[in-house]
Nanobody
Framework: QVQLVESGGGLVQPGGSLRLSCGAS????????VGWYRQAPGKEREPVAI???????SYSDSVKGRFTVIRDMAGNTVDLQMNNLNPDDTGVYYC??????????WGQGTQVTVSS
């Protein structure tokens, strides 16, 4: 069974940076899409940044220009580089991988808190 394990969350001041990492237990070539979602307190989970096998990455409007999703096919990882963080970026960040047949696998989540 495929597993995704996230790491890299924590507490950061506004304007700071964090890099989240998601490691997969099998090759990234097995997924048609990998990416990051987040769930803020009291809100629904929403997509943040997604890499597809073809085309350009997709970013939510709120993170464009600040976040970058980086997929390492050889290392079976997908990272999220987050710059210029603000309090609205606070939440639990989840890694998600989607297989060709549509099966979706989620990681356990990692907390990101942006606060002074």
């Amino acid at each position: 069974q495929v597993q995704l394990v996230e790491s890299g969350g924590g507490l950061v001041q506004p304007g700071g940076s964090l890099r989240l990492s998601c490691g997969a237990s099998e090759s990234m070539f097995n997924f048609i899409a990998v990416g990051w979602y987040r769930q803020a307190p009291g809100k629904e989970r929403e997509p943040v940044a997604i890499r597809y096998n073809t085309g350009s990455p997709s970013y939510s409007d709120s993170v464009k220009g600040r976040f970058t999703v980086i997929r390492d096919m050889a290392g079976n990882t997908v990272d999220l580089q987050m710059n210029n963080l603000n309090p609205d970026d606070t939440g639990v960040y989840y890694c998600k991988a989607t297989k060709l047949g549509g099966d979706a696998i989620w990681g356990q989540g990692t907390q990101v808190t942006v606060s002074s």
